[in-house]
């Protein structure tokens, strides 16, 4: 069972999310939080898979909420997703680099939510289509002349491929047809360049690829 937090300043929107999560097979909601800091104490007492975090909430917000509860030891099975009707790109890059696994707005598909919870649950990431082409453009403009990324020639020829692979937006299921190898073996692969890269999981990886500048929006390098 995929246990589910979620974390909206409207009560409406949270009733609406946890009518969506307990009805589906498999997920349930452990707690709720309307604010910041009420998401940051019930995710830490509950330790669920998953939080669905808003970024607007009075007082702390769910960036700077993200940035404590990932960055807390006890939470490290914890993986946030941001949800929210604000989709500017710094929203999205700063999501991202305080830790979040996935940044999705508020009008996606039902369907894809829920998807959203269990790739995040399964210690990957997701990001709405247009957020993320978004957002790696803008990554890729800001550091086009970015020093080196360290760790990046620590990287083998077959992580660096896989690397490149997922800032395009594959799956290790395609990503495994590409290169001809299992997904549990492109797993491997893209867990050990999270660790060299100093990625948290997948979402900040594809960050990484641009910023190091071993791909960019329509060329690789």
Same mark, same amino acid.
């Given at each position: 069972?995929?246990?589910v937090?979620?974390?909206?300043d409207?009560? =409406?929107?949270?009733a609406?999310?946890?009518a969506l999560?307990?009805?589906? @097979?498999g997920?349930?909601?452990? $707690?709720?939080a309307?604010?910041?800091?009420?998401?940051?104490?019930?995710t830490? /007492?509950?330790?669920? *898979?998953?939080?669905?975090?808003? &970024?607007r909430?009075?007082?702390? *917000?769910g960036?700077?909420?993200?940035?404590?509860?990932?960055? *807390?030891?006890?939470a $490290?099975?914890?993986?946030?997703? +941001? +949800?929210?009707? #604000?989709?500017?790109?710094e %929203? +999205?890059?700063?999501? &991202?680099?305080?830790?979040?696994?996935? #940044?999705?707005?508020?009008?996606?598909? @039902?369907?894809?939510?829920?998807?959203?919870?269990?790739?995040?649950?399964a210690?990957?990431a997701?990001?709405?289509p247009? +957020?993320t082409?978004r957002?790696?453009?803008r990554?890729a403009?800001?550091?086009?002349?970015? @020093?080196?990324?360290?760790? !990046?020639?620590?990287?083998? $020829?077959? /992580?660096?491929?896989?690397?490149?692979l997922?800032?395009?937006? =594959?799956?290790n299921? /395609?990503?495994? /047809?590409?290169? #001809?190898?299992? @997904? =549990?073996?492109?797993?491997?692969?893209? =867990?050990?360049?999270c660790?060299? !890269?100093?990625?948290?999981?997948?979402?900040?990886?594809?960050?990484?690829? %641009?910023?190091? $500048? &071993?791909?960019?929006p329509?060329?690789a390098?």
């Amino acid at each position: 069972m995929i246990r589910v937090v979620l974390a909206d300043d409207q009560q =409406l929107v949270r009733a609406g999310l946890r009518a969506l999560v307990d009805a589906e @097979p498999g997920l349930t909601v452990v $707690g709720e939080a309307a604010t910041g800091d009420e998401a940051v104490a019930v995710t830490l /007492e509950m330790l669920p *898979d998953v939080v669905l975090m808003d &970024i607007r909430m009075p007082g702390l *917000d769910g960036l700077e909420a993200t940035r404590r509860i990932v960055s *807390d030891p006890r939470a $490290g099975g914890v993986h946030v997703v +941001v +949800v929210t009707t #604000f989709e500017l790109d710094e %929203y +999205v890059a700063d999501a &991202i680099r305080h830790g979040a696994s996935g #940044f999705l707005v508020k009008d996606t598909e @039902p369907a894809e939510l829920l998807r959203a919870v269990l790739v995040a649950a399964a210690g990957e990431a997701l990001l709405s289509p247009t +957020v993320t082409r978004r957002l790696l453009e803008r990554v890729a403009r800001a550091t086009r002349d970015a @020093p080196p990324l360290p760790g !990046l020639d620590d990287l083998t $020829g077959r /992580e660096r491929e896989v690397v490149v692979l997922v800032g395009e937006g =594959l799956s290790n299921d /395609e990503i495994g /047809e590409r290169l #001809f190898l299992s @997904p =549990l073996t492109v797993k491997t692969h893209v =867990l050990r360049a999270c660790g060299k !890269l100093g990625a948290r999981d997948r979402a900040q990886l594809v960050v990484a690829a %641009y910023e190091s $500048g &071993i791909v960019r929006p329509g060329w690789a390098v």
